[in-house]
C-alpha cells in the first residue's frame, strides 16, 4: 500500500517558478517508478514527467521539456517536480502517481497503481 501527498501548488504569474513535493508513505516507495500527470477541466489526466526507481532515468511530455525537471529523494520518500518558466497553459491540477511494477515510467493512467489527491496550480498571464 501506498499513499501520496502532493503540495506546493498556488497561484503564480506567467514566467515564475513553482516546485510541487510529493511525499510516499509506503516502505518500498524506492521500488516504485514515479509520475507526475495533470489535469485541465474536462479533461483526463495527461503525463507530464516520469521517473525511474533510482532517478537515474527521467523523461517529459513534450511541451514542459526543458522548462520542468522531475526529481526524487528516495530516503525521504519524496518526488519533486521543479516547474520553471510557467505559462497560462500549465493551469491545471497536478498528480503524483506510483507504479509499483514497471521498470520505465510509463504515460497513461492505467500504468500507475497509486495515486495522490492533488495539488492546483493556478499561472495568471
Known amino acids: 500500500q501506498e499513499q501520496l501527498v502532493e503540495s506546493g501548488g498556488r497561484s503564480v504569474q506567467a514566467g515564475g517558478s513553482l516546485r510541487l513535493s510529493c511525499t510516499g508513505s509506503g516502505r518500498t516507495f524506492k521500488n516504485h517508478v514515479m509520475g507526475w500527470f495533470r489535469q485541465f477541466p474536462g479533461k483526463q489526466r495527461e503525463f507530464v514527467a516520469g521517473i525511474t526507481r533510482s532517478g537515474e532515468n527521467t523523461y517529459y511530455e513534450d511541451s514542459v521539456r526543458g522548462r520542468f525537471t522531475i526529481s526524487r529523494d528516495n530516503a525521504k520518500n519524496m518526488v519533486y517536480l521543479q516547474m520553471d518558466s510557467l505559462r497560462h497553459e500549465d493551469t491545471a491540477v497536478y498528480f503524483c502517481?506510483?507504479?509499483?511494477?514497471?521498470?520505465?515510467?510509463?504515460?497513461?493512467?492505467?500504468?500507475?497503481?497509486?495515486w495522490g489527491q492533488g495539488t492546483r496550480v493556478t499561472v495568471s498571464s
Open positions: 502517481a506510483a507504479d509499483t511494477a514497471g521498470l520505465v515510467p510509463g504515460r497513461f493512467e492505467f500504468d500507475y497503481d497509486y
